[in-house]
T-cell receptor, first 118, second 109 residues
Framework: DAGVIQSPRHEVTEMGQEVTLRCKPI?????LFWYRQTMMRGLELLIY????????DSGMPEDRFSAKMPNASFSTLKIQPSEPRDSAVYFCASSQRRWGSSSGNTIYFGEGSWLTVV | GDSVTQMEGPVTLSEEAFLTINCTYT??????LFWYVQYPGEGLQLLLKATKADDKGSNKGFEATYRKETTSFHLEKGSVQVSDSAVYFC????????FGQGTELSVKP
């Protein structure tokens, strides 16, 4: 299996520009997660989807952030307009079966998109 | 709310030393517990997991036992290698995966 695929791996953009991060989950996985990692705040869950439907977006920092999952094999995280404080590593992850049932479902992470906003 | 607390790093050890990274959690009930590892420049990889009390997860020489009495899931390895240098994250499953702050491990030859 190819694993979770994210693009771009690295992006440097100017403040105010729109940033779009992309994710392809593992085939057959029905849960998709977006995490953000920074030195100050560690790993934060931004949003997650089940069967393409957003379930919990309470971690999305503000209206500048939006996420979509138009089909089972693709998701985007968009930041518009971007700000320097958005600089972070953004991880997409996916898993299979019911999440939250304490069944020990493993989630698989992509290699991350390293975003720098200058 | 639910949370995970890990020992602060960085932890620096010599090759073949014994490793312990402490992890305690606060949660209702008995969530599944995980250790993930992040090598430099890479994403997180599952290292091991335990789904119920007294379970022991193990992988690549690492072990952790789910202790409900002490609400702990400490990571151990008997003899570390330079290649084990990474950041280790403890996590619990509660409708979503809740991570500790991570512990950086550096192993010197």
């Amino acid at each position: 299996d190819a694993g979770v695929i994210q693009s771009p791996r690295h992006e440097v953009t100017e403040m105010g520009q729109e940033v779009t991060l992309r994710c392809k989950p593992i085939s057959g996985h029905d849960y998709l997660f977006w995490y953000r990692q920074t030195m100050m705040r560690g790993l934060e869950l931004l949003i997650y989807f089940n069967n393409n439907v957003p379930i919990d977006d309470s971690g999305m920092p503000e209206d500048r952030f939006s996420a979509k999952m138009p089909n089972a094999s693709f998701s985007t995280l968009k930041i518009q307009p971007s700000e320097p404080r958005d600089s972070a590593v953004y991880f997409c992850a996916s898993s299979q079966r019911r999440w939250g049932s304490s069944s020990g479902n493993t989630i698989y992470f992509g290699e991350g998109s390293w975003l720098t906003v200058v | 709310g639910d949370s995970v607390t890990q020992m602060e790093g960085p932890v620096t050890l010599s090759e073949e030393a014994f490793l312990t990274i402490n992890c305690t959690y606060t949660a209702t009930g008995y969530p599944s517990l995980f250790w993930y590892v992040q090598y430099p420049g890479e994403g997180l990889q599952l290292l091991l997991k335990a789904t119920k009390a007294d379970d022991k997860g193990s992988n690549k020489g690492f072990e952790a036992t789910y202790r409900k009495e002490t609400t702990s899931f400490h990571l151990e390895k008997g003899s570390v290698q330079v290649s084990d240098s990474a950041v280790y994250f403890c996590a619990l499953e509660r409708g979503k995966l809740i991570f500790g702050q991570g512990t950086e491990l550096s192993v010197k030859p």
